[in-house]
C-alpha cells in the first residue's frame, strides 16, 4: 500500500494554469504506474492522465491533450499534474491514485487513492 496526499487545487480563472501534487509515502514508489483523475459534482469519476513507473511514458484523455501534462519526480516521490488553459468544465475534485498494473489506461488496476484536491475553474 502507498498513501497518497494531494495538494495544490484552488480557484483560476479560465485560461490560467494551475499544478496539483500529489506525494506518496513508503519506499516503493517507483514500483506504481501513477494516475490522475476528477469527479465533477454529480458526475462519475474519470481518468485524465497516467504515467509509467519510469515517467518516460505518458497518457491522456482526449480533452486535456496539449493542455495538461503529468510528470513525476521519483526522488520526491511526488507526482505531478500541470493544467494549463483551463476551462470551467475542467472544474472538479482532482484525485492521484497508484496502479501495481502493466497498462497506463487499466482503469481498474488504480487501487490506492488520494483523499482529492478542488480545481474550479470561473468563466
Known amino acids: 500500500q502507498v498513501q497518497l496526499v494531494e495538494s495544490g487545487g484552488g480557484l483560476v480563472q479560465a485560461g490560467g494554469s494551475l499544478r496539483v501534487s500529489c506525494a506518496a509515502s513508503?519506499?516503493?514508489?517507483?514500483?506504481?504506474?501513477m494516475g490522475w483523475f476528477r469527479q465533477a459534482p454529480g458526475k462519475e469519476r474519470d481518468f485524465v492522465a497516467a504515467?509509467?513507473?519510469?515517467?518516460?511514458?505518458?497518457y491522456y484523455v482526449d480533452s486535456v491533450k496539449g493542455r495538461f501534462t503529468i510528470s513525476r519526480d521519483n526522488a520526491k516521490n511526488t507526482v505531478y499534474l500541470q493544467m494549463s488553459s483551463l476551462k470551467p468544465e475542467d472544474t472538479a475534485v482532482y484525485y492521484c491514485?497508484?496502479?501495481?498494473?502493466?497498462?497506463?489506461?487499466?482503469?481498474?488496476?488504480?487501487?490506492?487513492w488520494g483523499q482529492g484536491t478542488q480545481v474550479t475553474v470561473s468563466s
Open positions: 491514485a497508484a496502479s501495481r498494473g502493466l497498462s497506463l489506461s487499466s482503469i481498474g488496476d488504480y487501487n490506492n
Open positions: 513508503g519506499r516503493t514508489f517507483v514500483s506504481y504506474v
Open positions: 504515467i509509467s513507473r519510469s515517467g518516460s511514458s505518458t
